[in-house]
């Protein structure tokens, strides 16, 4: 007998609709709501099929009613249900944003561990593709920065679903944000690393572990999702000049890897954070922080850089938007400017 | 749908039970809150004292709770609001817990983690938020499941007045009435939303008339009085088991004390507080029961003494517990 | 109220320019987005072209705009939502510069940093937003302005059927009819939200019915029809002028284009766009203003070429102005 | 002649609506609209006597309908008014955060300059009084990361009154947060020196330009509203034992005073943030990433430590809400820390 192995390349938004569909199949408590989640099958792609799968009662297209169907996923969830929730665009969070950061995120600490909340937030993030100021934000440092939810920014295909297969599983809220730019969808361009090859089985990734997707000796860039993908080019550029970049893709924000984060610059000396969100107040600072936090143990060869939308809304037109969200040679030049010191 | 008996002894019972709560928690929250024990030139330390913090009391607004909670089961779930007490107990929440979570104190509901706006009892499915509006889409997320799970349990959301002007209502009235789902909505018109009187937040006079938006029954209780209560939740709360969808009621109710504890009232007419107590609905249930013969001196008296062995057990339990260690706010963030 | 001549061929030079530029976009819109100039593998790349992102057409939505737009002064606010050409063109919206806004250039109403859903045409008080139901309280903002400033200006609220379930639009009409605000929102029901019908969204027929949960009336034009409209918003924009409060009106339109451009349309029956062509509602006036004598094929051809000129000259503009300098991006933040 | 000179003491809350009632006198096109900012004079006295003295048309009493009014507030300043827009407490802006980040902050920009939105958002925030998890949070980083908002965060009367009125006169929408445990509430103990001299006269203070309010030497305490008081017990006791702190009062977040932060650290060497606000992905996070991006000029004699809330909602119990919330005592022990310290 033999065990044939095919290997299955998988968009972005596949993986996470077979983990959907897989986990549903699994676990009769799981079903999906959200806005044109049904016949659409989500905007992103991110729900297709499921409708015909699993039918309208599993597979529900709600009203946009934000704050009306983020709540009754709490309600749902606090009785047993397993429900994941998509929210079209992270854009929009500012219509509901109550229900989950003080009432998704809290009544399990508010009820001292009593109730449980296990329930999965889909969400599209992410510009590059001209929707401007109120249709490209990342905001995944918000999300971080209340307590009580768990926050997973994936950069491909494979991690996607076998975090988003962890997350139905997860007695927690957990908030799952896909960048637009690496679904592989038909109709926007995408970076290709992101589609790659996906295993049919089911399998998990723990929450809280990094992965270095690109071992590097010289300098290393802590980023996520589409970034990841991004860097990967830069690090490519980089390497015809000699200058070898490490590439740590977080996964999760929280829970947060700090000590990836640690080794990778305990190696190499050097930091860039690369992200697609906005500079100051977020993701890029928490990161510098930790390596500030950390300057007993650590020998730094260059200050902390951080590449990051640089506190401007989106804007729409072209060269202004490439201009605002960091770019492969943005990566590029900063990493150079890093190799130009030499501390101590 | 008629009250039986039991059922007018149960509200009867409740109501009193709900009424000294409320008197007592009055008296337990200003221990410790007044000068000279405080801050030179302060008048009250809201952080001070058993009892911190925020304090909303239902005393007055007792029949909604009893007159809808008497229709339900402990499988069904009811989410109240700030002013939570009144549902709590008629939903019959541990009463020793949820007084303990009051005191901040290890053996409450919430481990002292919650406080007195967020109550949460899965084993009688109750919860609250301090968040105005923010429990109607959460019922119906209940009711849902119910129907999800295929049980006919059924899904209550409290809140007051002003709540109503909340986007958050609209939403979740919409998603019941358009996905059918077993909850009623009931709304307790109290007439303030802490200072602002009802007709200068909402647009029109009875919020029962805003279910037309909705394709969905809409009644106005007019009388802040235990059996019309009951009556109309009766109602409601059988065509939610039914399959038949949700409806919304509105109780013109009372609101005995302040907003919460320690307000001025400088908004509220001189006296209006004291005139509504003339018609207080527990003597008022009383007389009725006493005019079917269902209760006399001596019964009354043995339910009272009953009522209060309870509630003040309860503020013994919640006063004599153990604090929580300090170090346990970073527990119970995260579910292992 | 009647519409005069005046009005009559405004409105129908208005839906016929809105026609010509909606066709016009669909097709620059398409420019560069299609194999095989596109990355490898992709049907469509949303980002490419001279009209990148997201674009909403309001081909067959004329009415709407134009039948309330009529009545309306150059110091009446409009909001509109995602879908807004149709609007800022009926109210006088810089027609070179909201083009040149959607090519992304610096001759743009907002240098290039808006995009289709974000007009901001200060003279003429016109904005809309990518957020649905967002508009509505902005609108009463403005009516509330109008009041302080003691003009009789008044604020038009545009949005779909779909934003009509966003708890936005209850707040905002609760407050207008609280206050008395000289407001008139008007429901484009386009019978989706997306792919979402609007049986399956909204838990009533008509939105129109929601007026009462606010003590306002509300009008059903059940006819995608510029004169029905008209007359339908004339009452309410006079009575908003007189000071006597907001009216919520519903009308039936059709969308005929996708939800937005390279949308499959899957959820949509097969021939349904087709079917609604031909209830057009341009050539509809156009018989109307023939059978008045008010329009003939001469008159008509003059009418088009006229609007044509100004539509292709909008585009021409947009088309050959200048980008912003990339690090434009930076600027206005904030105002000095 | 002589010109006489009376002080006056007022505590926060006068101080801020003193500055709003003489901004209203001099500007009819300033009013107020919130709940229970009238007859009530707003649940943090912010508001007090404004209506006594402008009327119910420039006070106004608003329905809970915060997604409503805040909305109206930007429709109102787009046609050249000045609202004032109370958002009761900051722990609610979940419900009409839409209506503040996506429209209010963006629309100047999204117009490419030509509407301007000038509206001031008053918030009270902080904890310490037992409100638990859904009343007693700061958030400042949440209004702080977004762009398009000024954001100012006073820490006594005197700066309340100046940059209340700054704000104010602003053309940009500004939100001012006030903590609730310095605004001298005659029913919630607060820390004394919140309460301190005040001119009558009308005075602003720019935007951008953090305070030394206390000298030192060894240690850079950064920070801000209440904590600034907590931290000058703090510096008292620590200047007990010989370690000279410095304080520095951000005052706002955005603008954020750089330089005087780099400033100061590099006078001291050593660097500790005491926040109110979540630990991470916030505020405390950008401060030390400021240093993390100066190591080519700054000397550090110690890594940089923060303080703030260790990623849990507020609890409401006594003790776990004085072990949540960052204490004087607990600033001491981490400039005590700081103090071990001999980097290089
Ligand atoms: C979204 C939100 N806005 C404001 C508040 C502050 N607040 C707490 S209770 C209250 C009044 C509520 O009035 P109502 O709904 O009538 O209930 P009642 O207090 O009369 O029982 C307000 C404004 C809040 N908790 N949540
Ligand atoms: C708050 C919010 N939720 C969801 C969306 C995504 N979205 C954009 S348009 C749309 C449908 C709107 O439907 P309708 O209001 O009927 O307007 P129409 O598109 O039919 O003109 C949706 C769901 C959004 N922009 N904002
Ligand atoms: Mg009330
Ligand atoms: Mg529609």
Redesign the interface.
């Known amino acids: 007998m033999s065990t044939t192995t095919t290997t299955r390349r998988l968009t972005m938004a596949q993986a996470i609709s077979e983990a959907t569909a897989q986990e549903m199949a699994r676990d009769p408590r799981v079903f999906v709501m959200g806005e044109d989640v049904g016949k659409y099958g989500g905007i992103f792609s991110a729900t297709t099929g499921l409708l015909e799968q699993f039918g309208p009662e599993r597979v529900m297209d709600t009203p946009i009613s934000e704050t009306g169907f983020m709540g009754a996923a709490l309600g749902a969830a606090a009785e047993g249900l397993r429900p994941i929730s998509e929210l079209m665009f992270v854009d929009f969070f500012g219509v509901c944003f109550d229900q989950i950061y003080n009432h998704i995120a809290k009544n399990h600490y508010m009820s001292g561990g009593a109730c449980k909340y296990p329930l999965v937030i889909t969400t599209g993030i992410g510009g590059g593709y001209n929707d401007a100021a109120q249709h490209s934000q990342c905001l995944y440092s918000i999300f971080a920065h209340v307590p009580g939810l768990k926050v997973v920014v994936p950069s491909n295909a494979y991690d996607a679903k076998g975090l988003m297969t962890t997350a139905i599983r997860d007695d927690n809220p957990v908030i799952f944000l896909y960048h637009k730019g690496i679904m592989g969808l038909s109709w926007m361009s995408y970076f290709e690393g992101s589609t790659n090859e996906v295993p049919e089985a089911q399998y998990t990734i723990p929450f809280g572990e990094a992965c270095v997707v690109r071992e590097g000796s010289d300098v290393t860039i802590v980023t996520l999702s589409q970034m990841v993908q991004k860097s990967m080019l830069a690090a490519d550029q980089l390497a015809t000049e000699g200058i070898s970049a490490e590439i740590l893709d977080l996964r999760t924000l929280v829970p947060l890897d700090r000590a990836a984060v640690l080794a990778s610059v305990a190696k190499t000396g050097r930091l860039l954070v690369a992200d697609e969100d906005y500079l100051s107040y977020g993701l890029s600072g928490e990161i510098a922080a930790l390596v500030a936090e950390n300057l007993d143990t650590l020998r730094l060869k260059a200050p902390v850089r951080r590449l990051a939308v640089p506190d401007v809304p989106i804007p729409f037109s072209h060269p202004l938007e490439q201009f605002a969200i960091p770019q492969v040679d943005n990566i590029v030049a900063s990493v150079r400017g890093l190799m130009t010191f030499k501390l101590d | 749908m008629q009250a039986t008996t039991e059922q007018l002894l149960w509200m009867y019972e409740k109501m009193v039970e709900i009424r000294e709560y409320e008197e007592t928690m009055a008296k337990v929250y200003l221990e410790a809150k007044l000068p000279p024990k405080?801050?030179k030139?302060?008048?009250?330390?809201?952080?001070?004292g058993p009892v911190?913090?925020?304090m909303h009391l239902a005393a007055g607004q007792e029949p909604v709770a009893v007159g809808v909670c008497a229709h339900l089961r402990r499988d069904d779930?009811v989410?109240g609001a700030h002013r939570p007490h009144h549902f709590a107990i008629a939903k019959d929440v541990d009463l020793n817990a949820m007084t303990a979570?009051m005191y901040?104190?290890a053996t409450?509901?919430?481990?002292?983690?919650?406080?007195?706006?967020?109550l949460?009892?899965?084993a009688v499915?109750f919860?609250c938020?301090?968040?105005?509006?923010?429990g109607?889409?959460?019922?119906?997320?209940?009711?849902?499941?119910?129907r999800?799970?295929g049980t006919d349990a059924v899904?209550i959301a409290f809140f007051g007045e002003?709540?109503a002007?909340?986007?958050?209502?609209?939403?979740?009235?919409?998603?019941a009435?358009?996905w059918k789902l077993p909850v009623v909505f009931v709304v307790e018109d109290n007439k303030y939303?802490?200072?602002?009187e009802k007709s200068?937040?909402?647009?029109?006079a009875s919020n029962a008339?805003?279910a037309?938006?909705?394709?969905?029954p809409g009644v106005l209780v007019e009388k802040n009085d235990a059996v019309a209560v009951f009556e109309a939740a009766g109602e409601a709360v059988a065509r939610a088991r039914r399959g038949e969808g949700p409806t919304l009621i509105e109780v013109k109710t009372d609101r005995y004390y302040g907003h919460f504890q320690?307000d001025p009232e400088?908004?509220r007419p001189k006296g209006e507080a004291k005139a509504l107590r003339q018609h207080d609905p527990i003597p008022a249930l009383g007389a009725l029961l006493r005019s079917r013969d269902l209760l006399d001196d001596e019964s009354d008296a043995a339910l009272r003494t009953r009522v209060s062995a309870r509630v003040q057990a309860a503020y013994d339990f919640g006063r004599n517990s153990p604090?929580?260690?300090?170090?346990?706010?970073?527990?119970?963030?995260?579910?292992?």
């Open positions: 405080i801050q030139g302060l008048a009250f330390d809201i952080g001070a911190p913090g925020e779930t989410v979570e901040g104190k409450g509901l919430g481990r002292g983690k919650g406080g007195h706006m967020h949460f009892d899965p499915k919860s938020s301090g968040i105005v509006g923010a109607a889409p959460q019922a119906c997320g209940a009711a849902l499941a119910a999800k799970l899904a002003g709540a002007n909340q986007g958050a209502f609209h939403e979740a009235l919409n998603l009435a358009l939303g802490i200072s602002v200068a937040s909402t647009a029109i008339d805003r037309v938006a909705y394709g969905m320690g400088t908004y604090y929580p260690e300090p170090q346990d706010a970073l527990l119970h963030v995260f579910a292992d």
